[in-house]
């Protein structure tokens, strides 16, 4: 049964969705502010927790701060963010804080658990492909881009021997991208199948996750060597 730590100061709202997460079958930790949410990921409930719902606006210690610190914690961690306004430079800041994904509220419960899933399913073990499911390169579990290692069975990054600690999110973009060096995919390619969504994406998830990724793998992210932009398309991966 997956854990979910859901952060949420509003107790209707909190008490609501609680409901509805356990009535699909989740096991469900609560926190009122980004205070109690961080000493409880810190201790042994924390353990348990494999996903986060946090909504942004939270007493004390907002919820942008939290996600950077829960990315600091664990890295590892799906963040599903939830904003009341929809304010777009609310959903930018989430994003590039390290969200994985969001949910304008107030949002329904089938809108919810479907995002919930999908969060889930792009932290499990990525796929294998065969030599040509992919294209050149994709049945190699081990590849070596200018120093930039990436191993597809071990689900590893390392630049010049030094490990990289990578969301799933950003995991599974670089794998897809490397995949088929040289090809171009387009932000709706990306959100199909890294994202999962069986529902209208928002190409702003992939720029951030991008923006995210380049922040760690390149030398100077704002002229990427690896994680190109091809513009009016989408993104390729080189190295250049």
């Known amino acids: 049964m997956p854990h979910v730590l859901l952060i949420e100061d509003d107790a209707s709202v909190r008490d609501g969705m609680e409901l509805v997460l356990r009535r699909h079958g989740y096991g469900v930790e609560t926190a009122a502010t980004g205070e ?100 050149p390169g994709a049945g190699a579990d081990r590849t070596d881009h200018a120093g930039l290692v990436i191993d597809r069975a071990g689900l590893t990054v390392t630049k010049h021997g030094v490990a990289l600690a990578l969301p799933p999110t950003e995991l599974r973009v670089l794998l897809e991208l490397s995949a088929s060096p040289g090809r171009v995919l387009t932000r709706d390619q990306l959100l199909a199948s890294v994202w999962d969504h069986t529902f209208l994406g928002d190409s702003r998830l992939v720029d951030a996750a991008v923006g995210r990724l380049r922040a760690k793998i390149e030398d100077v992210p704002a002229r990427p060597r690896y994680v190109q932009t091809v513009r009016g398309f989408g993104y390729r991966f080189g190295p250049l």
Request: proline content about 8%; some cysteine; glycine content about 8%.
């Open 36 to 135: 109690q949410a961080l000493a409880l990921l810190a201790g042994e409930r924390g353990a348990r927790v494999e996903l986060a719902v946090l909504d942004l606006m939270l007493p004390g210690m907002d919820g942008f701060e939290v996600c950077r610190r829960i990315r600091a914690r664990a890295p590892k961690l799906p963040v599903i963010m939830l904003t009341a306004r929809g304010d777009d430079r609310d959903i930018v800041t989430g994003l590039e804080a390290g969200a994985d994904d969001y949910v304008v509220k107030p949002v329904t419960a089938p809108v919810l658990e479907a995002r919930i899933r999908a969060a889930l399913r792009r932290a499990e073990p990525y796929p294998r492909q065969g030599p040509d499911a992919r294209g």
